[in-house]
């Protein structure tokens, strides 16, 4: 059986890479804003945690699908 060249090898180990972090980018954008906003509304006062978390989210969730979006559409 024939060994994989080198260049096949290095191919595939980028395609993976970019299928993770296509993959990863929107839980952890998503997540993170999510937390960011609670902080701030918990600064602010009660009311204000829970709706700057969803808040939060939702722009992280829409930044990281912007930019999964840019990214596969230049694959």
Same mark, same amino acid.
């Given at each position: 059986?024939?060994?994989?060249? #080198?260049?096949?090898?290095?191919?595939? #180990?980028?395609?993976?890479?970019?299928? *993770?972090?296509?993959?990863?980018?929107?839980?952890?954008?998503?997540?993170?804003?999510?937390?960011?906003?609670?902080?701030?509304? #918990?600064?602010?006062?009660?009311?204000?945690?829970?709706?700057?978390?969803?808040?939060?989210?939702?722009?992280?969730?829409?930044?990281?699908?912007?930019?999964?979006?840019?990214?596969?559409? #230049? *694959?």
């Amino acid at each position: 059986m024939a060994e994989p060249s #080198r260049e096949a090898v290095q191919s595939a #180990r980028h395609k993976v890479a970019k299928a *993770l972090l296509v993959g990863l980018i929107l839980p952890a954008l998503t997540v993170s804003s999510m937390y960011f906003g609670f902080q701030l509304g #918990r600064s602010i006062g009660k009311p204000f945690d829970m709706f700057l978390a969803l808040i939060g989210a939702f722009v992280g969730f829409g930044l990281a699908s912007l930019i999964a979006w840019m990214m596969i559409k #230049r *694959l």
